[in-house]
């Protein structure tokens, strides 16, 4: 999904110290946290990737290509449970681990002023639903971020327009309630202030061994203020088709709500399993938030979902999944819900999945024993 630029004129938010730091993206001062971000040298990433072999390719982005790759095992204050020994390589290459190595491409969409935001970004944070950036490398006019490797991909390839099997349910559900978990961190970071995302999409949104879901790249992420009214005014709109917020989009006004906007798109991605725009001789299906919003107010959703989970949704779940996800692509952002509240009612949307699961399997068994 291409990501939209437009240039406007407004006046900036006060940044935290640390994310407003001036820069040289090429320079070794970069405002950091060292103990939990190393910094490599363009030798170890070459090893790393075999000489950025083409083979090693396991995807492209904005920013470039990305590498599958080995670098030494190296020990990283407050991720080591995040860390599965089984899943990055120690088994294979004892001392080593998996990495995906993400490096600038010259002419790229994005370029330096992301390629810091995302160091800066993630070298303060640590969730476990947060992509883990491991260090960097920036001697030799190359820009590259080093991330530990998820083993699935993306959230996207396992929805549609590739060869994988359909997921179940339960685990959709359960991925959008970890996606969740990581927005509502991010908009609410030790009380303190606010950090947008700004580009939640599928394709941003990455599955380890065990399928758990880490939100990543973030590269167009601003800092906001707490206030609940108060927006980020911004010098150029930055995000992906299909995913803008509406008001963001008219205004250039972004708020934590832009972001529950685009978690509201994501939610009817994972249930429908179709892309947030199409081409189609119907106008009314082009838009997927468009869509989902017509048929709710028609009662047709269950039209529109995945035909891989027909009756695979309790009742009550997919009325519960159904109005948040319509609540969080509100045209106005105040009317909203907060990520807070996603959470919570996601949560309880999954214990009506897992309570009606279990009533079916009590019937079933006593329909065996008693026949």
């Known amino acids: 999904m291409d990501r939209v630029l437009v240039s406007v004129s407004c006046a900036g938010f006060v940044l935290p110290q640390w994310a407003r730091s001036k820069f040289n993206p090429r320079s070794q001062n970069l405002s950091?946290?060292?103990?939990?971000?190393?910094?490599?040298?363009?030798?170890?990433?070459?090893?790393?990737?075999?000489?950025?072999?083409?083979?090693?390719?396991?995807?492209?982005?904005?920013?470039?290509?990305?590498?599958?790759?080995?670098?030494?095992r190296i020990f990283?204050?407050?991720?080591?449970?995040?860390?599965?020994?089984?899943?990055?390589g120690a088994k294979k290459f004892p001392g080593k681990m998996e990495v995906a190595i993400k490096r600038h491409k010259p002419g790229s969409k994005q370029g330096a002023e992301e390629f810091l935001n995302e160091i800066e970004m993630l070298s303060q944070l640590r969730h476990r639903n947060l992509v883990l950036l491991i260090g960097y490398c920036n001697s030799k006019k190359e820009m590259i971020l080093?991330?530990?490797?998820?083993?699935?991909?993306?959230?996207r390839d396992h929805l549609y327009n590739s060869n994988k099997p359909s997921m179940p349910w339960k685990r959709r559900l359960q991925i959008c309630i970890d996606v969740a978990h990581a927005l509502h961190y991010l908009h609410s970071c030790a009380n303190k202030y606010t950090i947008i995302h700004s580009d939640v999409k599928t394709t941003n949104i990455l599955l380890d061994e065990e399928w758990v879901a880490k939100v990543s790249d973030f590269g167009l992420s601003?800092?906001?203020?707490?206030?609940?009214?108060?927006?980020v005014c911004v010098t150029a709109m930055k995000g992906s088709f299909g995913y803008i917020d509406p008001e963001y989009y008219k205004r250039q006004h972004l708020t934590e709500k832009s972001d529950v906007y685009s978690f509201g798109i994501v939610l009817f991605e994972v249930l429908c399993a179709r892309p947030?725009?199409?081409?189609?001789?119907?106008?009314?299906q082009e838009s997927l938030g468009n869509w989902v919003r017509y048929c709710y107010q028609n009662g047709t959703m269950a039209e529109i979902m995945?035909?891989?989970?027909?009756?695979?949704?309790?009742?009550?779940?997919?009325?519960?999944?159904?109005?948040?996800?319509?609540?969080?692509?509100?045209?106005?952002g105040t009317q909203r819900p907060?990520?807070?509240?996603?959470?919570?009612?996601?949560?309880?949307?999954?214990?009506?999945?897992?309570?009606?699961?279990?009533?079916?399997?009590?019937?079933s068994s006593k329909h065996l024993l008693s026949s």
Not at 306 to 332: H, Q, W, Y
């Open 32 to 72: 950091i946290n060292t103990l939990i971000c190393q910094r490599f040298s363009i030798a170890e990433i070459k090893s790393a990737t075999n000489n950025f072999d083409d083979a090693s390719v396991v995807g492209v982005g904005g920013f470039g290509n990305v590498y599958r790759g080995l670098i030494r």
């Open 76 to 88: 990283i204050p407050g991720s080591q449970k995040h860390f599965n020994p089984g899943s990055n």
């Open 146 to 155: 080093v991330y530990n490797f998820m083993a699935r991909g993306n959230l």
């Open 222 to 231: 601003r800092i906001g203020p707490r206030e609940s009214k108060a927006h």
């Open 276 to 284: 947030p725009l199409i081409h189609t001789t119907d106008p009314r």
């Open 306 to 332: 995945d035909p891989t989970l027909n009756g695979k949704i309790a009742p009550k779940c997919f009325r519960m999944f159904c109005e948040i996800g319509v609540s969080c692509l509100s045209e106005i």
């Open 338 to 363: 907060s990520m807070h509240d996603v959470v919570w009612v996601l949560g309880n949307a999954l214990q009506l999945q897992e309570k009606a699961e279990i009533s079916v399997a009590h019937s």
